[in-house]
């Protein structure tokens, strides 16, 4: 892959959206899960960005906390984060990427369809996550589901709205200015 300076650009400033908002979360008594922020920033960079740059950007985010960069949720970072109860969902980060991104550029201009494409992307994310932390806390799926996803729904929900919102304003601008 070939990449140019504008997208070399957009895929580090995206990152570092990512970056910047993964770590702001909230620990809730009710599960191993904090509230983050994170979702919020991959549904937003995957708006503007689209499946391929966004994904990037997801990656690169990913990369530089298994580096060590403290960019996870309550700013940790290294193999032991991505690796412990709350990996799957840093690595469904990717999926959800991948999924959102491909309906953001094959029915962007159709919000339904658009729509459906993150509430998939959300359910494939929450897959990963709940696996993975039933796994490691051998918990039933059941469970697991209780622990990390039934609380959360409302609020993805929310953080859903407000990034497509915004992203879809900020992908038009960029589109309209060529940068992507």
């Known amino acids: ?5 504008k997208q070399l650009a957009l895929i580090g400033l995206m990152a570092a959206v990512i970056c910047v908002l993964g770590p702001l979360a909230l620990a809730i008594p009710i599960s191993p899960v904090p509230i983050s922020l994170g979702s919020l920033a991959v549904y937003f960079v995957v708006s503007v960005l689209g499946m391929k740059l ?9 990369l530089l906390g298994l580096a060590g960069v403290p960019v996870f949720s309550n700013f940790t970072a290294g193999p032991s984060k991505l690796f412990g109860p709350t990996g799957g969902y840093i690595i469904g980060y990717i ?5 959102c991104g491909f309906f953001v550029d094959k029915f962007g201009n159709t919000l339904s369809i658009y729509l459906l494409g993150m509430i998939l992307g959300t359910i494939v994310l929450y897959l990963f996550g709940t696996v993975w932390l039933g796994y490691l806390l051998e918990l039933s799926f059941a ?3 209780m622990a990390g996803v039934l609380p959360y729904i409302p609020g993805d ?3 859903l709205a407000i990034a497509v919102a915004l992203g879809i304003q900020v992908r038009k601008r960029l589109l309209k200015a060529g940068l992507i």
């Open 95 to 99: 999926f959800l990427a991948l999924i």
């Open 143 to 145: 469970q697991a589901l």
């Open 157 to 159: 929900i929310i953080k």
């Open 54 to 62: 966004g994904t990037i950007s997801v990656s690169v985010y990913i």
């Open 1 to 5: 892959m070939k990449f140019n300076v």
